[in-house]
């Protein structure tokens, strides 16, 4: 759920950039329903911590844009 994606977010406002970047991997595996949302307010936090989210919100802009794209497509 959602809580999985938020806790993606405190660990990488906590420094814990690899362990953010693990737990945003596995929540998209998980819920992947869940991420246009998470993007948002991911876009809406970066905008305050931009040095602590820079490397997850790039990580979540870059899944969402392979969810868009239809199988196969290069």
Do not use: F, N
């Amino acid at each position: 759920s959602y809580i999985v994606y938020q806790r993606a977010m405190l660990l990488a406002l906590a420094g814990k950039q690899e362990s953010a970047q693990r737990q945003l991997s596995a929540a998209i595996k998980v819920y992947p329903e869940q991420l246009a949302h998470s993007l948002e307010e991911l876009r809406d936090l970066s905008s305050r911590s931009p040095g602590k989210l820079k490397a997850l919100l790039k990580l979540a802009a870059a899944k969402s844009a392979e969810q868009r794209t239809p199988s196969g497509a290069h």
